[in-house]
């Protein structure tokens, strides 16, 4: 039997206090100067936890995989007994070999691998004061029941993802907190300012961010992963302050590839967690709410990448504070808290420990099928080398960042399958050379969910987006196809030697992925004069569309002998293909000195930045900026933008958001005036141009939508089931899918597309048209266009035949309309060059 139950001793650990048994372990009471839950430990105070006991436990490694945006070190713990810590390489590499990662045979020991995330969301922030308390319990070597379980178990803990989030919260907190917290709802250290501490610096959600890698924390730690590959992952988040614990099973819809095994450890790492919770009398909930859907999540990609990954859900966010008075009139306190978040992880561990040998075992057996048997409809998934720019290089870079497997098809062949740009069945022609993204490989299954064109839902209610198929994202030339195909090893394609001139014309540069506004940016600070060409021009054997960065000798005689090189070095740092020219007389197309290749102008840019706008879209603008081009923008206080000298500025960004309390009336006349009389650009993202549709003076307007006859809402209304409430909306929601678009590829707007391309409409229900003279519909969703994801009849009559993006001619400026985000969450490739034409392009 047991003299020291396991709740107990969670609770000493939680509180700071030390049972009856030798320690030798620092507790975090006496590292911290106070006990765990009377105050919020910042990042430095928390790493220095974790670097304490891994100097005085032989149980403990610590190590530092990164940092983040603020340059705050990214650390996780490796926690076993001694004995697993000295064959730790072993025990790693024999994981990956199960995986089918590593050559060789594995050995016959079996240890489970247990991942625990901290803090994804700054703002929830008892996770990290939870992890701190789980390691001092799991670093105490006089704990016997511990002991077993580590015995056959390795933790990995990383005790904050979003150290900027987390610290942005923490320092805010304690600048307005009292001598006494006040638990009274009502007080201000219940109510966090903009922009809040949930997102990392660039205000990007970390927890949306797994599968696509777009922010410098994902990045860094996805590569911890990957020489990991865990078996069990948990991601310790916060909720509303009224809300019980939510742990596993999750709710539906879960993706068709969760497997039935991983469905049972979810069952059995619930089941276990009740019977503590049942014990304490805490209230939780499970199946519900957070889905298994959406491959961005720390629950959903460790699940596709053969883990058990799952969402540990406690009450209070950042409203809880050190202590808040619920809707029930109990009080929340942190401590509460952490305890909770402390009880749940170490409840999984026991788990992982009781069943380590069957979740190895379920491992491999998840690696051995991807490899033999391959799930899904399709063999193989071609992207043709053909496609526009570098957008086939920078998905293979993409899939090198996943681990996904990929190479070049060693000869031609006529395929049966589907391709992603018509959506045509039937077969097909591919060449040598394209990239092939076999389906047999160790990472299968995630290869089938961010390629398959259309997700299958158990249940039309989900949490996020729907539609995410990376051949749509990058706009790609694509094809899925039905049959294994024959690769060979992967070699960069050698561009075309260019002529090689003793004084060059000119130099050009294709317009045509996203790269090349990094490229143009560059230039423009560097002060050189560059052109782009309204239409399409040969010369000799080179080719350009529309769009194409040029760059003349003439007007850029300052750089003299210089240019040449510095073009060069531009042009590779950016990994730009320049291409010399010998003369301005071209074959096809408008001569360089045409009117119709114009000088571009550097466009000064401003974007309102502050409460009361949203936070995510702003960052995702202002990472654009910063970390994708490398372009200035002037980001003004919001309060300020109804009154302050537009003149400064060429180029104003709207994100995403309602105007009407920054602006008012006479803030959008005097924005009207600047566009009409000063030549200014307003580019407004998704709701921004709702927001400006109807008022007068601007061509944007809503499409009407047709309510159903009195008599079917009256039938509905008499059939309704109270139980089916939340089910209302559905017909009107649109969670997020892939629409195609009928592009006017000739606007500017639109240079570097074909005729089609696809957006992510995610989860907005804008639809809008233009119908006034000198307005330009140059992105219109197709009837029957979506391609993948959900949306519900009604939200998709209305979206059929709207604008997807367009510009209205306003005087002397232009008002450019983005109805769908096409920086949402910085993943969707073709929304980065829209953007880009947006700024650069359009209005040149």
């Known amino acids: 039997m047991r003299s020291v139950s396991f709740l107990v001793l969670v609770l000493f650990a939680a509180l700071g206090a ?84 590593k050559e060789g045979e594995s050995s016959d020991s079996k240890k489970a691998i247990v991942w625990l995330s901290y803090n994804v969301h700054g703002n929830e922030s008892s996770s990290s004061e939870a992890a701190m308390a789980t390691l001092y319990r799991l670093a105490d070597p006089a704990d016997d029941w511990v002991s077993s379980w580590l015995r056959h178990t390795v933790i990995i803990m990383d005790p904050m993802l979003n150290p900027d989030g987390r610290d942005r919260y923490v320092n805010w907190f304690k600048m307005v907190v009292g001598e006494r917290s006040d638990a009274d709802p009502l007080a201000v250290e219940h109510s966090e300012p903009w922009p809040g501490g949930r997102t990392n610096h660039y205000y990007f959600d970390l927890n949306r961010d797994w599968s696509w890698q777009t922010q410098v924390e994902t990045v860094q730690r996805m590569r911890l992963y990957r020489d990991w590959m865990p078996h069990v992952h948990v991601d310790f988040h916060e909720q509303g302050v009224d809300a019980p614990y939510y742990f596993a099973p999750a709710a539906e819809p879960i993706h068709e590839e969760v497997t039935a095994w991983q469905r049972e450890l979810q069952q059995l790492m619930g089941r276990n967690h009740a019977r503590y919770f049942d014990r304490e009398g805490w209230l939780y909930f499970t199946k519900e709410s957070f889905d298994i859907l959406y491959p961005g999540y720390g629950e959903s990609f460790p699940m596709f990448n053969g883990a058990i990954g799952m969402t540990y859900e406690q009450a209070g966010h950042s409203r809880a504070g050190l202590g808040i008075e619920t809707a029930l009139g109990d009080t929340l306190t942190l401590r509460d808290r952490l305890t909770h978040h402390t009880t749940a992880g170490l409840s999984t561990i026991e788990v992982a420990a009781l069943h380590h040998e069957r979740i190895v075992d379920e491992f491999a057996a998840y690696f051995d099928r991807a490899v033999a048997d391959p799930p899904g409809a399709y063999a193989s998934y071609v992207v043709r080398a053909s496609s526009p720019g570098r957008r086939e290089a920078r998905l293979a870079e993409h899939l090198d960042r996943l681990g996904i497997e990929y190479g070049r098809l060693a000869s031609e062949a006529r395929v049966e399958g589907m391709d992603y740009r018509t959506g045509r069945v039937g077969r097909h022609e591919i060449a040598a050379g394209d990239l092939v993204i076999p389906a047999a490989q160790p990472r299968a299954v995630l290869t089938r969910v961010l390629f398959d064109p259309e997700v299958v839902l158990s249940d039309t209610l989900t949490y996020d987006i729907t539609g995410w198929a990376l051949p749509f994202a990058y706009d790609v030339d694509a094809v899925a196809v ?363």
Request: hydrophobic share 40%.
């Open 18 to 101: 030390q049972p009856a048994t030798a320690q030798t372990v620092t507790s975090p009471a006496a590292y911290l100067g106070y006990e765990l839950g009377e105050q919020f430990s910042p990042h430095h105070r928390v790493v220095g936890y974790f670097e304490r006991v891994s100097k005085e436990s032989d149980r403990v490694h610590l190590m530092v995989y990164g940092e983040s945006n603020e340059g705050r070190p990214l650390v996780a713990a490796v926690i076993s007994t001694p004995e697993n810590l000295a064959n730790i390489r072993q025990i790693r590499e024999d994981n990956l070999r199960r995986a089918h990662m």
């Open 482 to 844: 039905k049959q294994p195909l024959e690769t060979g090893g992967w070699m960069e394609p050698v561009p075309a030697t260019p002529y090689v001139f003793d004084q060059p014309y000119a130099w050009v540069a294709p317009w045509d992925d996203t790269g090349d506004a990094a490229y143009l940016a560059a230039l423009l600070k560097e002060g050189v004069i560059v052109r782009r060409n309204d239409n399409p021009f040969s010369v000799g054997e080179a080719t350009f569309g529309r769009g194409a960065i040029i760059v003349t000798r003439r007007n850029n005689e300052r750089f003299g002998e210089d240019l040449e090189p510095m073009l060069t070095r531009l042009a590779a740092a950016h990994q730009q293909a320049l291409t010399p020219i010998e003369t301005g007389f071209v074959d096809t197309g408008n001569d360089l000195g045409s009117s119709r290749v114009r000088a571009m102008k550097p466009p000064r840019v401003g974007m309102p930045f502050g409460a009361p706008l949203g936070s995510a879209s702003i960052g995702e603008v202002w990472h654009w900026f910063d970390q994708v081009v490398s372009y200035p923008l002037t980001r003004f206080p919001a309060d300020r933008f109804a009154t302050m000298d537009l003149n400064e500025f060429d180029v104003l960004i709207l994100p995403s958001a309602s105007y009407g309390s920054v602006l008012g009336e006479a803030g959008l006349k005097r924005l009207q005036e600047w566009v009409r009389s000063g030549g200014g650009r307003v580019v407004a993202i998704d709701r921004a141009a709702s927001w400006l549709a109807g008022n007068e003076g601007i061509a944007l307007s809503m499409k009407s939508s047709d309510s159903e006859p009195d008599s079917v809402g009256q039938a509905r209304a008499r059939t309704r089931q109270f139980a089916d409430r939340n089910r209302d909306r559905a017909p009107d929601s649109n969670p997020g899918a892939v629409y195609r678009v009928d592009v006017d590829e000739t606007h500017p707007l639109a240079f570097g597309f074909s005729q089609e391309t696809f957006v992510l409409r995610d989860g907005s229900d804008h639809p809008a048209i233009m119908t006034d003279e000198g307005s330009w519909n140059v992105g219109i969703i197709q009837t029957d266009g979506r391609v993948s994801g959900h949306t519900g009849y009604r939200a998709e009559e209305r979206l059929e035949g709207s604008l997807a993006f367009g510009v209205q001619s306003d005087g002397a400026g232009e008002w450019v309309f983005l109805m769908d985000n096409p920086l949402f969450r910085g993943f969707w490739q073709s929304g980065l060059q829209l953007f880009a034409n947006a700024v650069f392009m359009a209005g040149q």
